[in-house]
């Protein structure tokens, strides 16, 4: 399989362990894929980032190879039972492919929105390991332990740590693909970082005192300034994108959209549209999987553009604001402002600005605090090798890494209905 | 107005002139065009093109206001009748923002797949110059004669027809900012160009004896180059893009699927999830405004994948290899294979190969034809200004141009369904 | 005047004030730029970096043109005899484009290897300010107190402390121009930055009480991951290049061949094809003007080529090293390694390895401290504006820069001849 | 050995058989290419084009690393006495990094300039072969006859055509890194192509019959695109860049001086800071090898620079222009007047202008014409192949190059001194 891909450029999936991809590509609950989005509602902020979970999907699979690669260049000095095989090559990649293959409609949002549900970890299992699946299906074709190992393999459990933390770790070939993705469609252009070098820079660490396979390690030599470019990128796409007003502003208006759809079927509303996996998910906390699967996107979409038109006033109000792109507005709070006790204390008055104004302030106002720890290595798992002397941690040998470890990024804002700007600002002021 | 755009970076609208953009955002008709893909289905093809013609509309109107300094900074020889005043401005800003709104789902693929309703310009007219929508709200805001005088220019008719070029031209903004985009999103570099170049290649040519506006024109002594590889740009995105066989075989299916909705539909069958507008344009050939605006990629794709389940085998059939990506196989035809009556011949071929297989060769077998005219100067509307000497043709002074003008690009191809291919592929070279 | 330029694309300088820049490219002493590399020798480390200063200079006037379009933008508020007058931007784009005309060859190096002389800085005055030169000829064609006014304003004196800024400052067009140029010559991505962003987020803050002008200010809406972008594109240049290991040890390399000579001279030696400036300024401390502008990279390299055939054994060594890239090697010092006191003792034991090989230690080795303070706002001088609310340091309201602010960044390394490296390790290790 | 390029990013040579590079690189011809830039002098024109010999050297030996990996995907239907061998894998790298080290200063206008001298492929071959090079030594200590068989293959000759043609052919390593290089650093960016898809697109093409190894040959399914943006790119370069006014003005000065020089020598004239080889080839059409390659463009330039004082006024004059960039202008002519009588004609008007106005018209005139043949598959030796049927010729398949095969591209200009332009445009024109 070739094909041609923005981020990566020429994406050749030819060797013979990397046939699963293709194999896989077939089954649709990849294809589902190409109906989810892979940023939520961002592209109401980023106008190009409309870019799809079936494209992040071929490009995790796609630095997976490139990866599997790197290591094959540096694990000559291991015993051959822990070299990657030609088989675990394919449990890796098909484990690259299928890592966020339960994610519901517009991604994150979907599982936040409801809370009470499977998480899309849990549906990824089910998909991977569900008989009735064309996912477990093609899987079983190579090996029926297969599906199970890539279902261990997608949580970040393996044998090879090194493995498994090319799945699920700090430089994760997720990480690395959506990265740059998301970059490369929202335009940011700060959410660059080198991928070529990032890999060259890995190395492997010190074995373990039990003879078990050692941890991914960093070249010291070459290795600092990629990983630091690395974590800054990071950075930057949480302050830029992923924490963006608008994101979030959208974000809190979907949640309230579906925290109504629930309410209203649990109090025996019935609603026009309705996919019956949000039925049974509002209602029982879960759903069939092949109800589930049926949701995508543009399912949901069509539902909300219905829902224009519901009976329910609030549920009527918020789709048409969400159709028309009429958001919900923030005000950002620096400082001492951002304090918990102090933030609390302004979003009550916004609340009775929205209580003022005849509006719920359940739905009409809200707190959102969005928070990340950009980069810590003090667990220890994460070394630098150099030529000489002992590893040590990359915080210690690089300025800017030692600057930032364990420090948190957090953002706190109002959320509010645009017609309650005025208002909550000058209540936020006075 | 400043937004974050991948293909042209920061797109800065903030002029006076320049908030009919801001404004004309905020209607309902163009927040739609955020749930059209610019490309209808050629993500099939190339995973990163699911971007939108809301994306592109914005890039149109950024790439106008770039237009529109060039051309101030060229026309000062020109009596002030015949400038771009602000409001001229203001009128070709609108225009490039709404030149495609009237599209439907999937942009062309829809009008071609529903030959008997409206064509997109019909759509775009009536959205302009309906009383009843957000956009000739918004206009007639600014002055009550805008939308007509918007309606006229997006079809190509202003006084200034250098100013009507730009909006609808061999190097209008549409095309600027598709090829570009287009290129951009689906990965493939050819279809680049160099716009600041382009714009500085251009320059008014020798006005008429009837004292009326100059044309446009290329500057000579530095704009061959730019003109060369805009043309060259366009050409690449038609063999590599527009003309890929997984897109025109998508394409092909999607228009089966939409004609086996129109013959039920005539035949009186009830089809689930069926939109509105669909509905009444296969049955009178059009449909009222507003449920034409309720048609998106996602309404149609959700009844897709309702129709998965329809009684009619063939519809049913069809929908499930769209949704699965199980699209149709083509075979290209080269050299005189291609000519008229021997295409036919093969066709006929296939076309038993499908009745023999117990598929109705109506459907499953199809002769496509993709054509275009990548340059051609022969209407000399378009001239070369050189610092001195007569103006010339394109093709006169460009050794590339030269070869190229009036030369036609065709690509013939058999298209049938997967199951057929060996048999077809035996047929044809038998 | 229009050129291509691979850093900025067109570089289009064509309104009357711009037409400096091009009636200056005309003179000798720019035209030497032309033979003068940007980076000195960083090119032995990045083959690329060949670019030289001519190229940086017109870049340093282009963003000029760009930064006076921004303060234009934003300057309304402004009485008029503060604003950007068509005089006042002619005098900015002089002197952005003469900032480093006084730079000898292999730029920052001959001067750091010719301590005794006078610096670059008064090179430059000296070029604008000698009615011998064509660059003053040239100024004063337009006023004869031009090169006065030029002259200080290089050196970032002016009445608007904001255009002053503009030429010397934190951001200014000087860095803004070589961060990007180095970044793309040497091929190390990270020196990127958005610089149609940055200049977006300038703004002028608020301007003091006796009335004078607004400084520079930023943009706190939107401005904020502009300048954390440049800052760390300074940083990592920083890091990656002008602090590289191979640029510093050949750095120190040629600053011995220029101190040998200097020595020889002072000792009454003849040296063949000697530049006459370099004979003054080793003797004098200084060299007349017109010798001092016959030096440049070709006329020191040809020197350094014949030296290989030097009488004395010391600088035809060094100069053969030079010209064949068997450049001196280096170890970093990390840690308390890297202290005053203990870098001193590891730099004797080095200088003693030296000495029992029959080396002189002042030649063949060397302790080389490299340091850079990558963000402070303690001055205060730099202030971010909100829409509500006081002006506040980038350090208060930026998560990155309030972790840079006040903290150096260095890098200690010892330097010596190749055939040392064993022992000197040994001895460090030691 | 790893280093960063600015054209092909991180640029890794790692294995055994690449360790010829690194050891290659060690060699003082080698580091001479460091001091001659890759397109003389057209940082004229293109003030970024400063790249030298030495950075183009190790990118082809790069893209023949690539090259190899490509052969070796795709010939394992070849006898194992066919394939490419880690031996054959070590000469064809050496003779990519050595295929131009015989260039002399500014490239190929050195030798243009000194007709009677030996030609750069002697040069090389020298260079390879001469015992006393340390490129000699170095290939030597591999095996003795590995200089043979490296300058054979430089010359395009080996057993293994499809090498052969990588070293010296259509699609050759040369030219591949060239035209990225001059692209990326002139900022030309109609010069790039897809060097991923091109390398993707070479297949081996059909055996002869009497056994030996195939051709190399496109693969159409794929492959088509890829040579057509190859050839594109390389004719968009010619009319840019190599074929630019400003360039072959300049290329004109240069040899001017040259043969001035030799004029000079011939008649006994002695000269200051005359390199010896300039001295020798003038008078005896030969040099010795070391004197050769003590010539770079640093003594050329600081000789120049020289000779600006030089007794001959002629000299003297084409000298200062050349250091101040003074350069000759020109006239293109188009159409009829490019035709050879006419253009004769108009030339010998141009040296009466120049005639009557003082200046010796063989000096201070010339008649310009450059050509090259952008395509021509007439040789029948590059076939494209397809799934089924035969071979076919790339001009036979392709829109574009069955457009441009044979088509010759010819620029044709009059050169003068800048201040016979007025009176020259008369005359022409007249």
Not at 176 to 194: E, K, M, N, Q
Not at 339 to 346: A, M, T, W, Y
Request: charged share 25%.
């Amino acid at each position: 399989m070739i094909l041609r891909d923005p981020v990566h450029g020429l994406v050749e999936l030819e060797a013979d362990e990397e046939d699963i991809v293709a194999a896989l590509l077939e089954a649709g609950e990849l294809q589902r894929l190409r109906r989810i989005r892979q940023l939520g509602l961002a592209s109401l902020a980023y106008p190009g980032a409309d870019h799809t979970r079936f494209s992040h999907a071929i490009g995790a699979a796609f630095v997976m190879t490139r990866f599997i690669r790197r290591m094959r260049q540096v694990h000559d000095e291991l015993p051959f039972w822990q070299r990657v095989t030609t088989e675990r090559a394919r449990d890796a990649l098909a484990a690259a492919l299928l890592h966020d293959v339960g994610h519901g409609p517009f991604s994150h949002l979907f599982e936040e929105a409801m809370p009470n549900g499977p998480r899309h970890e849990t549906w990824t299992s089910r998909i991977i390991l569900d008989p009735g699946t064309d996912v477990h299906r093609i899987l079983s074709r190579y090996d029926s332990t297969l599906p199970g190992r890539v279902a261990e393999l997608v949580h970040g459990r393996h044998e090879l740590t090194f493995l498994a933390r090319a799945v699920s770790g700090t430089f994760d070939v997720d990480r690395c693909d959506y990265l740059l993705r998301d970059a490369y469609f929202s335009g940011v252009g700060y959410g660059s970082f080198d991928l070529d070098w990032l890999l060259r820079s890995l190395r492997l660490g010190v074995a373990p005192a039990d003879g078990g396979p050692p941890p991914l390690a960093i070249d010291g030599a070459k290795g600092l300034p990629a990983i630091e470019s690395f974590i800054l990128a990071r950075l930057f796409m949480f302050q830029q994108v992923y924490f963006h007003k608008t994101c979030r502003a959208s974000e809190w208006l979907m949640a309230r959209i579906l925290a109504r759809v629930r309410e209203l079927l649990v109090d025996g509303t019935r609603l026009p549209a309705l996919p019956p996996a949000i039925a049974t998910l509002a209602r029982d906390g879960d759903a069939e999987l092949g109800q589930y699967l049926a949701l995508d996107d543009a399912l949901l979409w069509t539902a909300i553009a219905e829902w224009q038109t519901a009976t329910d006033a609030v549920l009527r109000d918020l789709c048409q604001r969400m159709v028309r792109r009429q958001l919900f507005k923030t005000v950002e709070l620096y400082g001492s402002d951002a304090e918990p006790e102090r933030r609390r204390e302004l979003y009550e008055r916004a609340r009775e600005v929205a209580a003022s104004a005849g509006l719920d302030p359940e739905i009409y106002v809200g707190l959102d605090c969005a928070s990340d720890l950009p980069f810590d290595d003090s667990d220890g798992s994460l070394s630098v090798i150099f030529p000489t002397g002992a590893p040590r941690r990359p915080g210690d040998v690089s300025y800017l890494l030692g600057r930032l470890r364990g420090q948190r990024l957090s953002r706190v804002r109002l959320v509010f209905a645009e017609e309650l700007r005025e208002a909550v600002v000058r209540a936020v002021e006075g």
